[in-house]
């Protein structure tokens, strides 16, 4: 993510463009849940920034697992675009043998 933000791509125009590549609807509707920044609404009903809430107000420890969580998100989300992606190969060759 910070390789967008470097690019000057935010992460919503990114989530929009890795959508358009999905092919499964299902695993397509995860993109914007694990990919989200907005912000967090509280307890309260305040609404607090995602860095001020994720990175300013965890422990140390809460932050490692908050990160190790969403990479395993990502890469969930990568394993599910790949199978989808080998899955509509096969079936296309499978379909043009036939």
Known sequence: MCLL??????????K??????????VTKNKIPR??????????????????????DALPIRG???YLRQKKYDVLTLEKDFLND???KNLTTQLNSQH
Do not use: R
């Not at 990919?35 to 809430?53: C, F, M, P, R, W």
């Open 5 to 14: 933000i470097y690019l000057g791509i935010s992460i919503e125009d990114s």
């Open 85 to 87: 992606l080998i899955f």
């Open 34 to 55: 694990t990919l989200s920044t907005d912000y967090i609404q509280n307890i309260e009903g305040t609404k607090i920034s995602h860095i001020a809430y994720y990175f």
């Open 16 to 25: 929009e463009e890795i959508q358009k590549l999905w092919i499964n609807e």
């Open 63 to 65: 932050i490692v697992v």
